[in-house]
């Protein structure tokens, strides 16, 4: 199938995206939450030729009270409305445990996902980004969670009540903090980066 000019320019910024942040861990630059987010509005702006002020960052969320959509591109004659969620994901960051981080990735997808739903014609992406240890643990077998962190590019994973629940208490109770949602979520990137770094893009359809 031959891609749309939107689909290109989108997957030309997730790679760029990629390379930007595999050089930043490459010179070992000191990473928060904030540079990520800060490298990929570099991207999309350079790709798509958006303008600054034509990206909203941290609107409100019309279905969560006090929770914000962390970047937000309206939408134009030319292309769809695009919702874009991040987490920088490493020990440095949180120590809370393995599950509990877990479980708040999922409560973010359903967090698209509640958007999702009433806004069909939109593009709802999570933005991941994380160390050696959390992806560790999203990899073994045990933890049942392999088939997501590992979903490879343009495969889909259908998530499904029960496969929450299928999880530690811990788990299910931060991944429903939204509620639990059916959804559709399709790997657009999935790259190892420098400094046992790794960066995952999903979409999630609703």
């Known amino acids: 199938m031959t891609m749309t000019k939107i689909e290109k320019n989108l997957q030309n910024t997730f790679n760029k995206f990629s390379y930007l942040l595999?050089?930043?861990f490459e010179k070992k630059i000191f990473t928060k939450e904030d540079p990520i987010r800060y490298t990929f509005f570099y991207a999309?702006?350079?790709?798509?030729?958006?303008?600054?002020?034509?990206?909203?960052?941290?609107?409100?969320?019309?279905?969560?009270?006090?929770?914000?959509i962390d970047m937000q591109i309206p939408e134009t004659n030319?292309?769809?409305?695009?919702?874009?969620?991040?987490?920088?994901?490493v020990k440095r960051q949180s120590t809370m445990p393995h599950p509990l981080k877990a479980g708040s990735l999922?409560?973010?997808?359903?967090?698209l996902c509640l958007y999702k739903k009433d806004n069909q014609n939109s593009r709802c992406f999570l933005v991941?980004?994380?160390?050696?240890?959390?992806?560790?643990?999203?990899?073994?077998?045990?933890?049942?969670?392999?088939?997501?962190?590992n979903l490879q590019p343009n495969q889909e994973l259908t998530i499904k009540?029960?496969?929450?629940?299928?999880?530690?208490?811990t788990f299910v109770k931060q991944a429903?903090?939204?509620?639990?949602?059916?959804?559709?979520?399709?790997?657009?990137?999935?790259?190892?980066?420098?400094?046992?770094?790794?960066?995952?893009?999903?979409?999630?359809?609703?």
């Open 22 to 24: 595999n050089e930043r």
């Open 44 to 68: 999309i702006t350079k790709e798509f030729g958006i303008l600054p002020h034509e990206i909203l960052l941290e609107s409100p969320h019309p279905q969560i009270d006090h929770a914000e």
């Open 78 to 89: 030319q292309t769809p409305e695009s919702i874009f969620e991040f987490k920088y994901d």
């Open 106 to 111: 999922f409560a973010d997808i359903f967090r």
């Open 128 to 149: 991941y980004v994380t160390d050696f240890q959390m992806a560790s643990y999203l990899s073994r077998d045990r933890n049942r969670l392999d088939d997501f962190f």
């Open 161 to 169: 009540e029960e496969y929450v629940r299928n999880h530690s208490e």
């Open 176 to 206: 429903s903090k939204y509620g639990i949602h059916d959804c559709i979520i399709k790997s657009c990137l999935n790259n190892d980066l420098a400094e046992s770094h790794f960066v995952r893009i999903y979409e999630i359809f609703c």
